[in-house]
């Protein structure tokens, strides 16, 4: 399966800041064509048959390692996962032992979540196997960031022009700085909206509009996507209470349907419902953040299937 044998321009993927307009195209374009095979009786193609990949992951998640697995089995490749929880790390051994040791069974490519911002970057400078960075830290995660705009496109036909906003813990999360970076390449208008305390500082730097009234931000957005409050990356507290939080940057329904308008409601999971969102929004009609998950499997069929070409 080839786009017009187009490439990327990188080797590795460790963040949507390295990867052009063209590349995030020629993503979407191969997920159009995983998209339609995922719709298929028999689900799976032959592309990475010759392919081995180690999902290694030395922070929880749910999403993003099962839907990379599920990438990796859809295009045939061989696949090993690591979970750091219950390896040799907690013996003492350090990320470039375990990384050698998992690539000297033959490992061709590395799927990586470490809560260390850069771990990727410092990952790729050390190892020969390509890596895609599944979340590193507060930094970037790609792949969310390229399904979340991925997803808008299926809604709006063209990401170009539409006015979203990030809602909630801007400062310690990876998906905002890669949702930034990526939906404006692809010509979109981008707001952050939290309190002050959660608001970095350097953000209007990228470009970004900063609002602090929930309101007024849905009032300008065509598309909100909420933030989980991160409080495991929270060291000191960044508001008096997540009941408070919840009143001043929380989205129910009656403030969505007080909009003289339909907005499109994202959240790239996990959610804490009743705190950054009420269930009856993130599974009302304007919600589509199981959508989202869906479309997470053929963006990272077509991340993988891209960077194979690049061998
Ligand atoms: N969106 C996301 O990264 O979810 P997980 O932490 O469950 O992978």
């Given at each position: 399966?080839?786009?017009?044998?187009?490439?990327?321009?990188?080797?590795?993927?460790?963040?949507?800041?390295?990867?052009?307009?063209?590349?995030?195209?020629?993503?979407?374009?191969?997920?159009?064509?995983?998209?339609?095979?995922?719709?298929?009786?028999?689900?799976?193609?032959?592309?990475?048959?010759?392919?081995?990949?180690?999902?290694?992951?030395?922070?929880?998640?749910?999403?993003?390692?099962?839907?990379?697995?599920?990438?990796?089995?859809?295009?045939?490749?061989?696949?090993?996962?690591?979970?750091?929880?219950?390896?040799?790390?907690?013996?003492?051994?350090?990320?470039?032992?375990?990384?050698?040791?998992?690539?000297?069974?033959?490992?061709?490519?590395?799927?990586?979540?470490?809560?260390?911002?850069?771990?990727?970057?410092?990952?790729?400078?050390?190892?020969?196997?390509?890596?895609?960075?599944?979340?590193?830290?507060?930094?970037?995660?790609?792949?969310?960031?390229?399904?979340?705009?991925?997803?808008?496109?299926?809604?709006?036909?063209?990401?170009?022009?539409?006015?979203?906003?990030?809602?909630?813990?801007?400062?310690?999360?990876?998906?905002?700085?890669?949702?930034?970076?990526?939906?404006?390449?692809?010509?979109?208008?981008?707001?952050?909206?939290?309190?002050?305390?959660?608001?970095?500082?350097?953000?209007?730097?990228?470009?970004?509009?900063?609002?602090?009234?929930?309101?007024?931000?849905?009032?300008?957005?065509?598309v909100a996507n909420m933030l989980r409050i991160q409080l495991e990356r929270q060291d000191i507290k960044y508001f008096p209470s997540l009941r408070e939080y919840t009143m001043l940057y929380g989205l129910n329904k009656q403030i969505l349907d007080s909009l003289n308008k339909e907005i499109t409601i994202m959240h790239p999971g996990p959610i804490n419902r009743g705190v950054e969102i009420t269930s009856d929004v993130a599974d009302g009609h304007q919600s589509v953040i199981l959508d989202q998950v869906e479309n997470g499997v053929a963006i990272r069929m077509a991340v993988l299937y891209l960077l194979?070409?690049?061998?």
């Amino acid at each position: 399966m080839t786009v017009d044998n187009q490439q990327l321009s990188v080797r590795n993927l460790l963040g949507i800041k390295d990867i052009t307009k063209q590349d995030i195209e020629l993503i979407f374009e191969t997920a159009d064509t995983f998209k339609n095979v995922l719709d298929r009786p028999i689900k799976k193609v032959p592309s990475l048959r010759e392919v081995t990949i180690a999902n290694i992951f030395f922070e929880n998640s749910t999403r993003t390692r099962l839907s990379f697995e599920l990438a990796e089995k859809r295009l045939s490749a061989d696949v090993i996962n690591f979970a750091a929880s219950s390896s040799s790390v907690s013996k003492g051994e350090t990320l470039i032992d375990t990384v050698k040791n998992i690539l000297a069974m033959r490992v061709d490519m590395v799927v990586m979540r470490h809560p260390h911002p850069g771990a990727a970057v410092f990952l790729s400078k050390h190892i020969g196997a390509q890596i895609v960075n599944a979340g590193d830290g507060a930094h970037e995660h790609p792949t969310q960031a390229l399904l979340d705009a991925y997803s808008i496109r299926e809604r709006y036909s063209d990401v170009s022009g539409k006015r979203v906003v990030i809602v909630g813990d801007i400062m310690h999360s990876r998906v905002a700085l890669s949702n930034i970076l990526c939906l404006q390449k692809l010509g979109a208008e981008v707001m952050v909206c939290g309190p002050t305390t959660l608001v970095p500082k350097y953000i209007q730097s990228l470009g970004v509009r900063v609002e602090h009234n929930l309101r007024n931000a849905l009032n300008w957005c065509d598309v909100a996507n909420m933030l989980r409050i991160q409080l495991e990356r929270q060291d000191i507290k960044y508001f008096p209470s997540l009941r408070e939080y919840t009143m001043l940057y929380g989205l129910n329904k009656q403030i969505l349907d007080s909009l003289n308008k339909e907005i499109t409601i994202m959240h790239p999971g996990p959610i804490n419902r009743g705190v950054e969102i009420t269930s009856d929004v993130a599974d009302g009609h304007q919600s589509v953040i199981l959508d989202q998950v869906e479309n997470g499997v053929a963006i990272r069929m077509a991340v993988l299937y891209l960077l194979a070409g690049q061998q």
